[in-house]
């Protein structure tokens, strides 16, 4: 299959570079070497593109697929190079070939941060005041600067109720946002989501996460998830204990293993439905639920028997010394 996608001209290899990504990360190594040769027919200006929002959200592995060949600089590309450096990696670092693009003059630099310099010192002007309903569709259709924005002042305004209620074209909004293809919009309306609505709500919207294309943004909703105790999210938690990536599938046991004897039911059903040869991804995690349900009646016990054992001792105390002073005072 790989050896047939690498015959087709780059430009029409774009729309499966996604899917090509994906067996060079998880294929055994014949089809992690074969996935390498067909994205390096991939231009890498266009790689580079679909892998930005991954490569931002710290999947720095990913940059090598891009090394090698010229590229064309972006901030995205400059804060993982400096990243790379800032880590150690000063070889994986140097083999990123950025170059500035064609309408950029050398001095160009010290000309952009004049601008910037400027632009940060201009007076600002007074914020738009604009209704609940103007600001959800700025934050529906705009570029991500004025999603920021316009939940930023959404929050401001305090709009996340009305008459006590959530007003649901709000939670509309959440929902979609938690979808955008940019990783900071996501996160952004997540934080936002718990500043805006209660516990329930805010939950629910986070196993929107769970489903998220970055690892690291899945863990973090997992761990969220985990700590809040929120039963409703334990089928999509068990889903994750067969996740691609270790990280993942390690924080949904964690959790799992938290919940303790409410996430037994759903973990037997998945075991019941599994594969024999994944069958332990679910009996694995319900044996730690099972030891750590042990230890912590072992530590109830011991700490039982100490209070007892103290108190006995106590008792003693309080009966010797009085002979003791008994015996003084015959004396």
Do not use: N
């Not at 140097?94 to 940060?120: F, H, K, M, N, T």
């Not at 694995?284 to 349900?293: E, H, K, N, S």
């Not at 042990?294 to 105390?317: M, N, V």
């Amino acid at each position: 299959m790989l050896a047939w996608l690498a015959r087709p001209p780059g430009d029409e290899l774009t729309g499966l570079a996604p899917t090509v990504v994906t067996w060079w990360e998880h294929g055994p190594p014949a089809v992690h070497e074969a996935a390498r040769v067909v994205l390096h027919a991939v231009p890498a200006d266009a790689l580079a593109h679909l892998l930005a929002p991954r490569i931002e959200a710290g999947d720095l592995g990913l940059l090598d697929l891009l090394s090698g060949s010229p590229l064309l600089r972006t901030p995205a590309l400059d804060r993982a190079a400096r990243r790379l450096r800032a880590q150690g990696h000063e070889d994986m670092a140097d083999r990123l070939v950025l170059v500035d693009g064609p309408l950029r003059a050398p001095g160009s630099a010290y000309e952009d941060e004049a601008v910037l310099d400027a632009v940060r010192t201009s007076p600002r002007a007074p914020a738009e005041q604009t209704s609940l309903s103007g600001l959800i569709r700025i934050a529906r259709d705009g570029a991500p600067e004025r999603i920021r924005r316009a939940l930023t002042r959404i929050v401001e305004l305090g709009a996340s109720a009305s008459g006590g209620g959530v007003d649901p074209e709000l939670i509309c909004l959440m929902e979609e946002l938690l979808r955008h293809p940019r990783t900071g919009a996501r996160l952004h309306a997540h934080r936002v989501s718990r500043t805006l609505f209660d516990h329930d709500t805010h939950a629910r919207l986070t196993v929107f996460l769970l489903a998220d294309p970055v690892p690291d943004v899945v863990r973090g909703a997992i761990r969220m998830l985990g700590r809040a105790a929120w039963e409703p999210a334990l089928p999509d938690l068990v889903r994750l204990l067969g996740h691609p990536k270790p990280a993942v599938r390690t924080a949904a046991r964690d959790a799992l293993v938290d919940f303790g004897a409410t996430a037994v039911p759903p973990l037997r059903r998945a075991a019941a439905r599994a594969r024999p040869d994944r069958r332990s991804l679910y009996t694995d995690v319900l044996a730690g639920i099972d030891a750590r349900a042990e230890t912590e009646a072992a530590t109830t016990t011991e700490a039982g028997t100490d209070t007892k054992t103290g108190a006995g001792t106590d008792t003693r105390d309080r009966h010797r010394h009085p002979c003791r002073r008994g015996l003084t005072g015959r004396r």
